[in-house]
């Protein structure tokens, strides 16, 4: 696929200019600590991601607010990212938060919220299976 290590150097010579040129608190700042975390997801590193993406989502809420697409994207690849490390119920609050805010700004029934109504079902009806299956355990 691509080169994922030669993306995250490009990303975090970025990430210091941006910085240098922009400060701390720019939503620019924060949509570039969710590419470094999507990078990182790409390469497997999930735990590196999750900081990155969380990172972003505390610089893209204070810069743009709740209520817009970026910060509703980063709430999903939050979730994503939970959910790839195993963590299924700690993916299921950020892609709920995801879908609510994206369903506000874009519809219902777009097609980025119907993906999040689709992964949240999975996630839900996976964690519904796992607790019978520990219900019926001795």
């Known amino acids: 696929m691509g080169d994922h290590a030669?993306?995250?150097?490009?990303?975090?010579?970025?990430?210091?200019?941006?910085?240098?040129?922009?400060?701390?608190?720019?939503?620019?700042?924060?949509?570039?600590?969710?590419q470094i975390g999507l990078c990182?997801?790409?390469?497997?590193?999930?735990?590196?991601?999750?900081?990155a993406y969380e990172r972003a989502l505390a610089i893209e809420r204070a810069a743009l607010g709740d209520h817009h697409d970026e910060v509703g994207s980063t709430w999903a690849h939050i979730g994503?990212?939970?959910s790839?490390?195993?963590?299924?119920?700690?993916?299921?609050?950020?892609?709920c938060i995801a879908r609510d805010t994206l369903a506000f700004l874009l519809s219902?029934?777009?097609?980025?919220?119907?993906?999040?109504d689709t992964a949240i079902s999975v996630l839900t009806k996976a964690g519904l299976k796992r607790q019978?299956?520990?219900q019926r355990s001795p």
Do not use: F
């Not at 490390?85 to 892609?95: I, R, S, T």
């Open 40 to 51: 990182r997801s790409g390469m497997g590193d999930y735990t590196g991601a999750l900081e």
């Open 108 to 116: 219902p029934n777009h097609r980025q919220v119907t993906a999040l």
């Open 84 to 95: 790839s490390m195993g963590d299924y119920a700690g993916a299921l609050e950020p892609l």
């Open 132 to 134: 019978l299956a520990r």
């Open 80 to 82: 994503v990212c939970r």
């Open 6 to 34: 030669g993306a995250l150097e490009a990303y975090e010579r970025a990430l210091a200019i941006q910085r240098a040129a922009l400060g701390d608190g720019h939503a620019k700042v924060g949509s570039m600590w969710a």
